[in-house]
């Protein structure tokens, strides 16, 4: 036991140093003009490969770039405010909340000023204006409608948390599905034929059209469509509440005339529109991988990394917590200390309670932006994630080492006490060791979950393998091609993982053997 947690502290030490390399600020340094976007809303924002074309690095994902109208425009006001460009790329979920705690300056993300929208941030003058269309399948019955009214029975959809969704509402008898989380999920819908379309921007809609023979998109006749306000189809530049950047954003945006404007948009459309699209299930897969595959293996290290670090973490949190709700005090012995212990014991309990029964999504949204917005406490992406799923492991893995401890017989620690020791010593010498010999598939199974689970972090901008996934999936509009990879990836990492915790696990069971065989089966009282 003792060389085991040797090794375990080693370990810890050493990923510890690593992160302290990988992150050690946030975003925001002086100088600089912070942007949020999603990078997967082609033709507005996309992220790719190489700085091809005018692309920009993204902040948080080494080796990736960002492009698109949005970036174009970003950097025209960066420079014309004579700061830095930082992209920081996060789900579409968490972008206000990044600009409200000031994570970011600006988002810059194809985003409108609508009125819900505009009693949490401030908005910057319109730098784009779009008709609705609703992005369907070619060969759909639909195709040919001309008015709202030809939409009977159309299975419908929009992003969830914007105004696309809510025009749903002007369709009649129409079937009106829930919203879903990003564009790339949509158009999955629409080609595995589970929606009959979903609600764009003629931009995205001409993008999608391009990228999939099989799509096209439905343009009403005027005064046929939606009807929709100002607001609601231009797009402008959200900044925190009371933020002199909005006079100084709309002062540059002024010097970019509407004829440049549509000629950049006409020729961001057209470098979407110009990718190469190999044909067949295999050949696109293979081609994802060539262009993105270093991306791929980056978002799997980090997935790697902050599964380990926080699996470690939260084993010893775990073993803390379970050992001091284990712990039985005499109240004639000492009341101070008695009532002490059951006081922490409480406070304990609720943090058992509290991070068991949330999801660690919503932990990851309240630690990192609440942090920042109500506390003035400014983490860094990665050190909220390890913070965030480290605490959201220790919650329970300590009932999975509390279960272990009292599947120890009661007698030994008896035995112990009779020869004299603390209830420390007990616990480090005799009675964890095989309690952690029992919960090891338990723990095992613990670190395979935060693999998966670690996808959630996304909403705090933290770039693991499922959030490069969904950005390529944005870029490529090659959605299935995308998470085939993707899936192969998780796949290999949690099938290597469980041989290795499997051949961790039968050597402790070997070991045991050989101790009893040559104790003779003392121990266990035999």
């Known amino acids: 036991m003792k060389n085991f947690t040797r090794k375990l502290i080693s370990v810890l030490m050493i990923l510890m140093m690593m992160f302290v390399f990988i992150d050690t600020e946030s975003f925001a340094e002086k100088d600089t003009f912070v942007i949020g976007m999603e990078a997967n809303y082609a033709p507005f924002n996309w992220s790719q490969s190489t700085d091809e074309n005018g692309a920009y690095p993204i902040e948080n994902s080494k080796g990736e770039y960002a492009n698109g109208y949005d970036l174009q425009i970003a950097k025209k006001i960066a420079d014309n405010l004579g700061k830095k460009l930082v992209v920081v790329k996060m789900e579409w979920d968490g972008l206000a909340p990044a600009v409200m705690s000031g994570k970011v300056d600006a988002i810059i993300a194809g985003m409108s000023p609508t009125k819900e929208r505009k009693e949490q941030i401030d908005f910057s003058d319109t730098y784009y204006s779009s008709d609705l269309v609703i992005v369907t399948k070619k060969d759909s019955k639909y195709i040919k409608a001309k008015s709202l009214n030809d939409l009977k ?35 999955s819908a629409v080609l595995a034929e589970k929606i009959d379309g979903y609600v764009a921007e003629k931009p995205q809609a001409l993008s999608a059209e391009a990228s999939n023979a099989e799509l096209s998109y439905i343009e009403f006749e005027k005064g046929m469509g939606f009807e929709t306000s100002a607001e609601d189809t231009s797009i402008a530049i959200g900044v925190k509440k009371n933020s002199d950047l909005t006079e100084k954003i709309n002062e540059v945006l002024k010097k970019i005339s509407s004829e440049e404007r ?33 991306l791929f293996l980056k978002g799997a290290l980090m997935t790697l990394f902050i599964a380990s670090v926080s699996t470690i973490i939260g084993f010893l949190i775990g073993i803390l917590v379970a050992v001091i709700r284990n712990m039985k005090l005499d109240k004639d012995k000492n009341k101070f200390t008695y009532y002490l212990h059951r006081v922490i014991n409480f406070i304990l309990a609720c943090y058992v309670e509290i991070f068991r029964g949330t999801p660690m999504m919503v932990q990851s949204m309240l630690i990192y932006f609440g942090a920042k917005l109500y506390l003035g406490i400014d983490m860094a992406p990665i050190s909220a994630a390890l913070f965030i799923v480290s605490v959201n492991t220790g919650a329970y893995l300590s009932e999975v080492v509390r279960g272990g401890i009292n599947s120890v017989d009661v007698g030994q620690m008896e035995a112990c006490k009779a020869l004299g020791m603390t209830h420390g010593q007990s616990m480090i010498n005799v009675i964890l060791p095989q309690a952690i010999k029992n919960i090891l598939p338990s723990i095992g199974n613990e670190f395979v979950i935060n693999i998966k689970d670690t996808s959630v972090l996304n909403v705090i901008s933290v770039t693991e393998l499922f959030f490069v996934s969904k950005s390529i999936a944005g870029s490529t509009y090659n959605i299935f091609e995308t998470y085939a990879v993707t899936c192969i990836i998780y796949f290999v990492l949690t099938f290597s993982l469980t041989r290795l915790l499997l051949f961790i696990e039968k050597k402790s069971n070997n070991r045991e053997y050989v101790m009893e065989a040559t104790t003779g089966g003392m121990f266990n009282g035999k």
């Open 153 to 187: 029975n159309f299975k419908i959809t929009g992003q969830l948390n914007t105004f696309h969704y809510t025009v749903i509402d002007q369709i009649k008898d129409c079937d009106k599905l829930p919203a879903m989380e990003s564009f790339p999920s949509m158009l």
């Open 262 to 294: 549509d000629k950049l948009m006409q020729e961001m459309v057209r470098l979407n529109v110009e990718k190469d699209q190999p044909q067949g299930f295999l050949s696109k897969v293979k081609s994802i991988f060539n262009e993105y595959g270093s």
